[in-house]
């Protein structure tokens, strides 16, 4: 089509979804009126029946915690489609080796020391972010951003991360698989000991401390390991494919 | 049921453990472990199958049931059209990986790992009873599907058609999401079943048909109907031929199953009395998109974008055998899902086995290339005849039934849409075996546009065939035949389409934990005479149409026949509205969701 | 005034729309995608919505006060990973198509036909 | 509504607008990332502080980062393709 065609069809069809969406959200409650008893319910039991003061966070990993099984499936899938994608072709349409080795570090070794500064307490967020979701807004997957960013720091800071004879791409796969798959384990174990998928199977704690809510802080933990090796691979994936990726010889 | 959650669990840790392992498993540990996983899986779906055969089971994760009357945790709810769509789903599975053992270039195990991802997530949206649930298996699937259509990334097909997928299916995503918002909105709950007695207890409104239309915009941008379904031959023209199996088989019939569970779960009880015009809707674009698909499948000249556009028109017709929103209709339509899907993944492994052998797939430059594949030329011959519907292919009862409740319900007009689509999809079968594999037809007079010129998936050509490729497609294609022979299977299907359709005792056994209803034993099947009679003139056109395609020429000389020049005008405008252009694509979609919201309005309010 | 953040959400939707629609960079295509997403968060998020209520962690308030609802935040934390994922693949395959296409222009791709 | 919802309802969808109309994709990297903290906000004042953390890392960090790596891959294709001819 002609973008004039285009257009035309689009804007038809926009002035149509605009009418139909006005007409739909009209039914909705008026805003700050919302009356759902479910949610009401889950922010009743949560407390008392889990040890855990995040009610979005038990309903996240608990009364809803299958829900989070799949999208940390989906996380999972992107990264290993983005590693997939992205996989080195053979034939020549590489980039020219000189192109190609041009690392995006930081040059200046005042940049860089900022890198390695943020670095440490990145790390050290992110870590209490995940340890602390089940008390506090925050969990698995905002710590395991975290997490991801001070990697990430240190890559750009210039470490060399291939010393040591593990190609970094591979560890963060086994670190986003590990994460996704001990979610999935977890609901198995809730299956074998508890006798429901997810059920939880761990003592419940203190109502406010660290080590309470059962599995919530466990499925935190997974969480925060395959969410960071996850995004790791993919910024790793479009930061520099020689760099970074599996058999850098090709 | 206690088994319920492994069918989610054994592909996705199967998925995770092949990940972690990554750099230390081969390519045939992957493919063993891959095909273990997902015969456990098909395994698990067979056995709740026959469990769910007496109705409606539920299994709630967390062992959260339903409290003071409210669903509080996600559950399974599961019956027998679900886990038959599940079974059909790990069967093709199956099938793909063993086609898969072939290929050289696979990326072991990524490609096995996100195959294990999308089962898992197309078997979770089968047996879901949650609407948020679904919609995360909804999206597991895609992000799966997105990966598995662009894999061949050194193709720019497959780059583009990858991206119009994802593009097009995301923006569907949203709609569907939307929808969910405004359902959660009015009702406070996810949970299908109190969803539907929620609804049911308040009145119809603006709210409640806008819901239901984005639900089902949503839906149709999987299933691919008119206007939403211009990605698919894209995505499926350019998706490893094993992928294939599943994304014809299964994928786009999901969407027509997540409209059907959502009516006959949510809205029926609410918006009932209006079905005689929701009907029309429904039948009005499902027949548009079954006559669109076929015709652009006749008009293809690449083998896997003529059966892509053939998966369209069949979506068509399950949308018809949906739409009628009766049970016979849906027993129909669920009937006619497991048979095609079988035999359109096996036309999809016969393709994979041309290509095997002569690296390309474009119909004219194979003129004659097939002489020597008299197997593979018998594989397409059986998948043109259940596209057919001849007796005793499953289709071919699956299609009466349909007929007969068509009938009923007043919409005899429509017989005439299913007979030109069977017609065209089969005429078109037929014409590529006589040209491929016996060598009719006038040589190519034009130079192969480089569309047809894409690479093959396997660099080298082999002398023959390996007969594992021969297992799945023949496997498929038999499938697609036994469906019909064995006796009671219309019965059975008729009989889990009255439970699907009801929804009152589906939010009985689901809330309060209720036995299912006892439905009615339905009297032994035989097709009435007239079936018969539609069947042969299906088939006496589709051989007609082959055969003017294959010798019109000779028949009258170039260009004396106005009706042929109009129809390539038609054909061409056809070709030149799949433009391959995101931005057309999502034009369409957004004024294909005011239409239907249009429509909706009208009907239901 | 208690229509606003619906409204909001709609506009988000159409603008997404138009954007992606219009686009001439595949890149600048995909952050009108996440535009459009951010709609369903908006939307979500205003839904569960309650008057003078506070966040749902009891963390510092006693388990009587009234709080917003949580499913909808919880449905949006799934949609916001989401939107991160197809994000993720989106881009890649957009620098895939750089590559193949050596242009980001979707009127200059077009290598289906009919 | 409070008025500092309603003024954070604006400026997201004031911003949403700015993002898609910024043609550039360098520049439009930089204003998704302005929007994404808008939303973040938003979420803040809708009593959504668990949904506004996560917005602020993917929204306002790993987006931008992604879209940026992404349009640094591509204009280092670009250089190397002109240097090539």
């Known amino acids: 089509m002609s973008r004039r065609t285009r257009g035309i069809v689009f804007g038809a069809g926009a002035l149509g979804l605009a009418a139909l969406l006005l007409w739909g959200f009209g039914g909705l409650p008026s805003f700050g009126d919302f009356q759902g008893r479910y949610g009401e319910l889950l922010a009743k039991s949560a407390v008392p029946e889990r040890h855990a003061t995040e009610t979005v966070a038990v309903t996240t990993f608990d009364y809803r915690g299958f829900d989070t099984l799949g999208e940390e499936f989906i996380l999972f899938a992107a990264a290993v489609g983005v590693l997939v994608l992205l996989r080195i072709q053979r034939g020549a349409d590489e980039i020219p080796a000189e192109a190609g080795k041009r690392r995006p570090t930081a040059h200046s070794p005042a940049l860089r020391s900022v890198a390695i500064a943020f670095a440490g307490p990145a790390l050290v967020l992110g870590l209490y972010v995940v340890a602390h979701g089940h008390l506090t807004p925050g969990g698995g997957f905002q710590g395991g951003v975290i997490l991801m960013t001070a990697f990430l720091l240190v890559y750009l800071a210039g470490a060399h991360l291939r010393e040591g004879g593990i190609r970094p791409i591979v560890a963060m796969e086994v670190a986003e698989a590990t994460g996704a798959a001990g979610f999935t384990l977890i609901g198995v174990g809730g299956m074998l000991l508890a006798g429901a998928f997810l059920e939880n199977f761990i003592g419940l704690g203190t109502v406010g401390s660290l080590l309470s809510g059962g599995d919530i802080p466990l499925l935190n933990v997974t969480v925060g390991v395959e969410v960071m090796g996850a995004l790791l691979v993919v910024l790793g994936e479009l930061l520099d494919q020689r760099m970074l990726t599996r058999g850098g010889d090709s | 049921m206690e088994l319920a959650p492994l069918t989610v669990a054994v592909p996705l840790l199967a998925a995770g453990g092949l990940t972690a392992a990554s750099s230390r498993v081969s390519r045939a540990t992957a493919e063993v472990v891959a095909l273990a996983a997902v015969l456990a899986l098909a395994a698990l779906c067979a056995i709740i199958l026959a469990r769910t055969a007496s109705g409606t089971e539920v299994y709630w994760f967390g062992g959260w049931e339903p409290r003071a009357d409210i669903a509080i945790g996600v559950s399974f709810a599961v019956d027998a059209i679900g886990a038959g769509l599940a079974t059909l789903v790990s069967g093709l599975m199956i099938a793909a990986l063993v086609l898969m053992w072939r290929y050289r270039d696979t990326d072991a195990p990524h490609f096995q790992v996100l195959m294990l991802i999308f089962v898992a997530g197309m078997v979770g949206f089968c047996l879901s009873g949650d609407l948020f649930n679904m919609f995360v298996f909804f999206e597991l699937m895609s992000v799966a599907g997105f990966a598995l259509a662009g894999y061949k990334v050194e193709e720019q097909e497959a780059v583009e058609g990858s991206l119009n997928f994802a593009i097009t299916n995301t923006i569907g995503s949203f709609m569907l999401l939307t929808g969910i918002a405004l359902v959660y909105g009015r009702t406070g709950a996810l949970n299908l079943a109190q969803i539907g007695e929620s609804l049911a207890a308040g009145h119809v409104d603006g709210l409640v048909i806008v819901a239901f239309a984005l639900l089902a915009a949503g839906f149709l941008v999987k299933a691919a109907v008119v206007p939403f379904h211009f990605w698919l031959a894209d995505a499926y023209a350019v998706a490893p031929t094993p992928v294939c199996l599943l994304f014809a088989g299964a994928m786009s019939e999901l969407g027509v199953y997540g409209i059907g569970r959502v009516w006959f779960d949510c809205f029926a009880g609410t918006l009932a009395l209006h079905d005689d015009s929701l009907r029309l809707v429904l039948i009005v674009a499902g027949s548009l998109t079954a006559l669109l698909g076929a015709t652009m499948a006749f008009a293809q000249d690449h083998l896997k974008r003529l059966l892509a556009f053939a998966t369209i028109a069949y979506v068509g017709i399950f949308l018809i055998g949906l739409g009628l929103l009766t049970s016979a209709g849906v027993a129909g339509a669920a009937l006619y899902v497991v048979a095609d899907g079988c035999g359109k993944a096996a036309l999809f492994a016969a393709v994979a086995i041309v290509q095997h052998r002569r690296l390309h797939v474009s119909e004219r430059r194979l003129r004659g290339e097939g002489r020597e594949l008299p197997y593979t030329a018998a594989i397409f011959a059986l998948g043109a005849l259940s596209f057919a519907s001849l007796p005793p292919f499953g289709s071919f009862f699956a299609k009466s039934v349909i007929e007969d409740e068509l009938i009923k319900q007043g919409y005899g007009a429509v017989l005439a849409v299913l007979i030109l689509t069977s017609a065209l999809t089969c005429g078109a079968v037929l014409r590529l075996i006589g040209r491929v594999f016996l060598g009719w037809g006038p040589v190519s007079d034009r130079e192969p546009s480089r569309d047809e010129e894409a690479a093959p998936e396997e660099e080298i050509s082999s002398a023959r065939t390996p007969a594992i490729m021969f297992v799945p497609a023949l496997a498929l294609a038999l499938a697609s035949l036994v469906i019909g022979v064995i006796p009671g299977t219309v019965e059975a299907v008729q009989a889990a389409a009255l439970h699907f359709t009801d929804g009152s005792s589906y939010a009985r056994v689901v809330l309060d934990g209720a036995a299912p209803a006892a439905v009615a034993t339905p009297p032994p099947y035989s097709a009435p005479p007239h079936a018969y009679l539609y069947a042969a003139i299906t088939f006496g056109t589709a051989v007609g149409l082959a055969g003017l395609a294959l010798f019109g020429r000779r028949l009258a000389p170039r260009g004396s026949d106005p009706l042929r020049r109009l129809g390539h005008a038609a054909i061409g405008s056809l070709h030149g509205v799949h433009s391959g252009h995101v931005g057309d694509y999502v034009a369409w979609l957004v004024a294909g969701v005011a239409a239907l919201g249009g429509a909706f309005a009208l009907a239901l309010s | 005034m208690s229509f606003l953040p619906y409204a909001v959400a709609a506009w988000l939707l159409l603008v997404g729309l138009y954007g992606v629609v219009t686009s001439r960079h595949l890149v600048h295509l995909i952050v009108c995608v996440t535009v459009v997403q951010a709609s369903t968060y908006v939307l979500l998020l205003a839904i569960g919505y309650r008057s003078g209520a506070a966040a749902p962690i009891f963390a510092d308030i006693p388990r009587s006060t009234p709080v917003v609802d949580p499913i909808v935040a919880t449905m949006t934390l799934t949609d916001v990973v989401v939107e991160a994922t197809v994000a993720a693949l989106l881009l890649a395959l957009a620098v895939q198509a750089h590559r193949r296409f050596g242009t980001l222009d979707p009127d200059e791709l077009g290598a289906m036909r009919g | ?85």
Request: glycine share 4%.
């Open chain 4, 1 to 85: 509504m409070t008025a500092v919802q309603a003024v954070a309802l604006v400026v997201v969808a004031f911003l949403g607008t700015v993002v898609t109309l910024a043609r550039d994709p360098a520049r439009q990297a930089l204003c998704s990332s302005v929007f994404g903290m808008s939303l973040a906000i938003l979420f803040f004042v809708f009593q959504a502080p668990d949904v506004a953390l996560s917005q602020i890392v993917v929204g306002a960090v790993a987006l931008p980062a992604m879209i940026l790596l992404a349009l640094s891959r591509i204009s280092r294709r670009e250089e190397a393709r002109k240097r090539g001819r």
